[in-house]
């Protein structure tokens, strides 16, 4: 069994020991990334996908970040206030806050952006549930004004994924949320250069001369972020073998992703530093919005089919790196972890699984799934899963394409013989899992969500419970409440927890927020 993640990681880094490190370069200069997917779309607003996360953190910045312990820390903002009865807060900002056209960041800009990131995130949804209406208040601060005290405002204003509260111009942020932003001007440490984006080839981003950084040393996704590196510079390689070669002959500085088959030989490597990243979740997605999944039943025989172990020893991980079984949908290793409702479900059963199908009403139509081609884990993960609903017998229809297709066809409400889908597998990871605030796919919520995902009231209401509780015993009743409820209407198949690594070229420095965070952060590296 994996041990929890700090523990897991620290005892793999010292193992990374061997092998002395390359000459420092000087500071100022380029750094070159093979990221897990290509970057297709800029609003980090517009989807969960983790390139898109990882682009917003180098352009844009937030109001507080969580430090390495998960604690809230300040970042734009410089100091906060809050009224005795708990339902006024008020922020400062810290001078010296520029966009990258050279403007001063306002308090408006601020409440225009958390207006906007309020439509999309479920935890400001939350706050806005409670009465939570942001305003500007003098020239360098805004104000959260509540009906009733809301307990979580602070990890809200510093959440680290799916989604963050980025921080943009307000002639940007107050644009139609019906379509992504385009214009890509923050206040982060670096600035996008669109003019050198080659979609599936290149991506750059360069050094803002506007950006001042915070005073105190890095620590998670907060404090200071130093843009030690003149230009940051992304490759798109889909080939894991065409990664490995470029990495080991210096062409490239970072791969976001390793191939499974390649860690190994990376561990060996005295020019390489391997750095684990925390859990992962392989997660299939049933399309409830057309048959047969729109059928719990249908649902609830998919789980009896899947078989973990062989899902997570296909991908070819090392055996300390994934697990032969996880039944927490809140990860495993972690203090949400609960077996609740899980328990039927750990050893396949494919004759009940024939069974409920047949109750459905399934009559062996074809169920289309979307492959994509090209990615590391996701591809593989998604072909081992195929065999497996082939093998109970399914009718599957698997239709390959690339992963910024596959993208932009989740969010069809077509039938799956129209253009739309059945199912897709994707892998998420632990910030976005491990605990009812934060994973949306238990929320039950039936708006603002990918279209064929859950919409249950009974998990919605669990949920908000769970937030407005505060009583430890009673919290941990109604999460694993939320599990149960969870597995009984089947909001997703959990397909196993892995860990995922980054490898490094050693003459880069300073990559402990990486292996803080397991965001592939530019900020404090150098050469």
Request: proline share 12%; aromatic share 12%.
């Given at each position: 069994m994996l041990k929890p993640p700090v523990i897991r990681t620290v005892a793999l880094l010292a193992a990374l020991t061997v092998g002395a490190a390359m000459p420092a370069q000087a500071q100022g200069s380029v750094l070159r990334m093979a990221p897990l997917t290509d970057l297709r779309v800029l609003d980090p607003l517009f989807t969960t996908a983790y390139a898109v996360r990882n682009h917003a953190y180098m352009v844009f910045d937030t109001p507080l970040a969580m430090d390495a312990k998960g604690v809230p820390r300040p970042q734009m903002v410089d100091s906060w206030s809050t009224s005795k009865d708990g339902k006024v807060w008020t922020f400062k900002l810290r001078a010296g806050l520029k966009f990258h056209d050279g403007s001063e960041v306002t308090p408006n800009d601020v409440v225009v952006s958390l207006q906007r990131w309020a439509k999309r995130d479920l935890l400001a949804q939350a706050m806005a549930k409670a009465g939570g209406v942001f305003a500007a208040a003098g020239k360098d601060s805004f104000t959260l004004t509540l009906a009733q005290p809301f307990g979580r405002v602070l990890e809200a204003l510093s959440k680290s994924s799916s989604y963050p509260p980025f921080i943009m111009p307000a002639r940007i942020a107050q644009a139609d949320l019906s379509k992504?932003?385009?214009?890509?001007?923050g206040s982060g440490p670096f600035m996008f250069k669109k003019d050198e984006w080659v979609p599936g080839n290149k991506i750059v981003w360069v050094k803002s001369p506007y950006y001042v950084p915070r005073k105190e040393p890095a620590d998670g996704l907060s404090g200071a972020k130093l843009a030690n590196l003149d230009r940051v510079e992304?490759?798109?390689m889909p080939d894991p073998n065409t990664q490995a070669q470029a990495l080991r002959r210096g062409e490239i500085d970072l791969i976001e992703g390793v191939g499974a088959d390649f860690i190994a030989p990376m561990l060996a490597d005295k020019d390489l530093k391997v750095i684990p990243l925390a859990p992962f979740e392989g997660i299939m997605y049933l399309n409830q919005l057309h048959p047969p999944f729109n059928n719990t039943k249908a649902r609830q025989a998919i789980l009896h089919i899947i078989k973990q172990s062989d899902l997570?020893?296909?991908l070819?991980?090392?055996v300390n790196l994934r697990m032969a079984h996880c039944g927490a949908l809140f990860v495993c290793g972690t203090a949400?972890?609960?077996d609740a409702g899980s328990e039927a479900?750990?050893?396949?059963?494919?004759?009940?699984?024939r069974k409920l199908l047949d109750q459905s009403g399934y009559k062996g139509e074809k169920i289309v799934v979307l492959v994509p081609s090209?990615?590391?884990?996701l591809g593989p993960l998604t072909q081992i899963a195929v065999q497996q609903l082939q093998a109970a017998g399914l009718n599957i229809d698997a239709q390959s394409l690339d992963f910024g297709a596959l993208v932009t066809r989740r969010t069809r409400k077509d039938a799956p013989d129209k253009g739309?889908?059945?199912i897709y597998v994707t892998a998420i990871g632990q910030p976005d899992l491990e605990s009812p605030m934060a994973n949306a796919n238990l929320s039950g919520n039936c708006v603002n969500v990918v279209p064929g995902q859950l919409c249950d009231e009974a998990l919605q209401k669990l949920n908000a419970d769970w937030l407005s509780e505060s009583r430890p015993t009673e919290r941990r009743r109604l999460l694993e409440a939320i599990q149960r409820r969870a597995y009984e209407v089947v909001s997703y198949v959990p397909l196993g927890q892995f860990v995922p690594v980054i490898a490094v070229r050693r003459a880069v420095k300073n990559t402990q927020i990486m292996e803080q965070t397991g965001i592939p952060a530019m900020w404090n590296l150098s050469k």
């Open positions: 992504p932003a385009t214009e890509m001007v992304w490759s798109i997570m020893a296909g070819g991980y090392p949400n972890a609960t479900y750990r050893q396949p059963d494919l004759a009940l699984a090209g990615v590391p884990v739309g889908w059945n």
